[in-house]
């Protein structure tokens, strides 16, 4: 039972093979690129997974936040599978509806991660066969179909290393982020456009394109900026196109507004009648409050962070893109989609939040569109000779990239010399994660693990990626699910969190020192005033005592305090008011709780 009910995305994946492969012009450049497309498959099987391998191989770390949380709920997620299919949809229907982040993407890893295993490794493997190279095989298709007037080996060669390699997909998932579940969703909703599966109304695309869009939201919520922007995008992208080649008539614009409506009925039906309570949080959450710790700079900031993450040669080939796009009559309308869609999705996204790594997965297929158009370009208007002259340089420039983690990680010459490189194509791993005092949080999490009784809580205040509560929580994961088994969930970000309103009844606090902050005191109160507060011997000393010491990396010194007394109303309400102070109109961010009088 449990298999059949995992069985989920292998259905998905064929739904998506079958709706793809039922188009006329996807089905006939398969036919004539078999042999080329089975090449690019196993050649991307094979060489992405070894690299992975060898970087994974390397790490020493303790998984931690959403570092870790992916793979934790999809551990989380197979064990009660096991256990129960019905406990397992019973907590994945709740979380579609309730949680911040849906087991959906954990299921679909069900049948992989039962294949491979449940360490973080095989975790990531798992990612990117499962998401990664469905979705750069649809891409690569895609690549195919640009190029068919011109069949010459070395653009399929170019498109294909582009591709398999392509930094933006790569990145967060090694990281562990699991965004990329949406992205052969996304690819194939792209290749029908580009494929004219939108020209004529068709109940078979336009289901497909409306479950798609459903998936996309419950995978992630941050993709309803891609399924907004797709809606704006398509309209204005078909009205300009057909403007400009003065063929828009009424019946063309019927014909589209059909099809519009129901690829937007279809998942807004959904929503209302099967996801209502995660309709009304998408609807009425505060969300750009939640997260403003996590919004930083203005256009300035988005523009550096863009280059940053894509590397400067492949942002310098969206301007060909962009322009022999919008020029050419075959790319125009997949041009301008992409460009409006990936504008509205920046400005819509960073109103709320800054893009991190794993946010660009919202516009990666957008972008990666307008880069091989630009790539095609580019090669049509070299010489053979100069086109072999290029691509070898690319290999090599690409090889070096990838030896940045996977061959020379741990030499920091290299690493240096290699960074410098990396600017022009970005980064396909993050940098290694290795930590030589791992030892020491595990006897930290053991100690604080044996010693507390049922209901003495361990509260952690330290929030930073030397030190943390979750690093304590996955101290022996996934061998033990629960490093601490009293350890609270801390709270991290002011007005996302608020304060422990029953801190002051915590039996053991953990406290580093310097205090470790993730977003910067003034977003982090939660934490600051209250670490200030246990640092301070002449505050704190009547009531708690250190009773474990642990120097860790970088000069991070931690203090594990157990509670001796009760602190009184008075220093409560004196810790109180340094939280009213900056937040007198939010009473949540700075009321404990008192003693009875």
């Known amino acids: 039972m449990k298999y059949l009910a995992g069985s989920l995305y292998p259905v998905l994946l064929v739904l998506i093979a079958v709706v793809l492969w039922n188009n006329t012009a996807i089905r006939s450049t398969i036919k004539k690129n078999k042999k080329s497309i089975l090449v690019f498959l196993f050649l991307n099987f094979v060489i992405i997974n070894i690299l992975l391998f060898f970087h994974l191989r390397q790490e020493q770390f303790i998984a931690y936040w959403d570092f870790g949380g992916f793979w934790r709920k999809s551990v989380e997620f197979n064990q009660m599978m096991n256990r129960s299919v019905k406990e397992a949809m019973d907590n994945l229907w709740f979380s579609l509806n309730y949680s911040e982040y849906s087991f959906l993407p954990e299921w679909f890893l069900y049948f992989p991660t039962q294949l491979l295993g449940n360490t973080y490794p095989r975790f990531i493997l798992a990612m990117f066969n499962s998401f990664i190279l469905p979705a750069n095989l649809i891409l690569y298709i895609f690549s195919l179909m640009i190029i068919e007037k011109n069949k010459l080996t070395v653009k399929k060669v170019f498109l294909g290393m582009l591709i398999a390699t392509f930094a933006g997909n790569l990145y967060s998932m090694v990281f562990g982020y699991i965004g990329s ?7 194939s909703i792209l290749l029908l456009v580009y494929a004219d599966g939108l020209e004529k109304f068709s109940w078979r695309n336009n289901i497909f394109i409306g479950l798609s869009m459903i998936i996309l939201l419950l995978v992630r919520r941050w993709f309803a900026y891609w399924i907004v922007g797709f809606y704006v995008a398509y309209t204005l992208a078909y009205l300009i196109r057909e403007g400009i080649d003065h063929a828009l008539t009424k019946e063309k614009i019927k014909v589209q507004f059909l099809n519009m409506l129901v690829c937007g009925l279809i998942p807004l039906t959904i929503l209302l009648t099967l996801f209502f309570p995660l309709f009304r949080t998408i609807t009425t959450y505060n969300y750009a409050e939640a997260y403003s710790v996590a919004k930083v700079g203005g256009a300035a900031y988005i523009i550096g962070w863009f280059i940053q993450f894509y590397g400067w040669l492949l942002v310098l080939l969206l301007i060909p893109g962009v322009v022999y796009g919008i020029k050419s009559k075959k790319h125009r309308l997949i041009t301008i989609l992409c460009i409006i869609q990936t504008l509205v999705a920046i400005i819509l996204f960073n109103r709320v939040q800054s ?14 569109i307008l880069m ?8 049509d208007s070299l010489s053979a000779k100069t086109g072999m002259v290029l691509l070898v340089s690319s290999a090599c420039l690409v090889c070096v990239n990838f030896s940045k983690t996977v061959l020379f990680g741990k030499n920091q010459k290299a690493d240096q010399t290699l960074d410098k490189l990396n600017v022009l194509i970005s980064a396909p791993f993050p940098d290694l994660r290795i930590r030589s005092d ?3 949080i595990r006897n930290m999490a053991d100690f604080l693990d044996k010693t507390p009784g049922e209901y003495e809580y361990v509260y952690v205040l330290s929030n930073s990626v030397l030190f943390n509560d979750d690093m304590l929580r996955n101290a022996f994961f996934p061998e033990k699910n629960e490093g601490v088994a009293n350890l609270l969930v801390a709270d991290a970000y002011d007005y996302r969190d608020g304060i422990p309103e029953d801190f002051f009844q915590y039996y053991y606090i953990v406290v580093a020192d310097p205090i470790q902050l993730q977003f910067g005191e003034e977003n982090q109160k939660c934490v600051s005033i209250l670490a200030e507060f246990m640092l301070n011997s002449e505050e704190s000393d ?3 005592r250190i009773v474990r010491e642990y120097d860790l990396d970088n000069d991070v010194h931690v203090n594990i305090y157990q509670r001796i007394e009760q602190v009184p109303n008075s220093v409560r309400k004196i810790i109180s008011e340094r939280y009213r102070e900056f937040y007198p109109k939010n009473p949540e961010l700075y009321e404990f709780s008192l003693l009875p009088e």
């Open 438 to 440: 791992l030892d020491k």
């Open 372 to 379: 091989m158009i630009g790539l095609e370009k580019i090669v």
């Open 542 to 544: 009547p009531y708690y």
């Open 181 to 187: 579940a949406g992205l052969p969703f996304i690819t």
């Open 355 to 368: 893009f991190g790594s794993h946010h660009y997965y919202i516009i990666n297929g957008p972008v990666m």
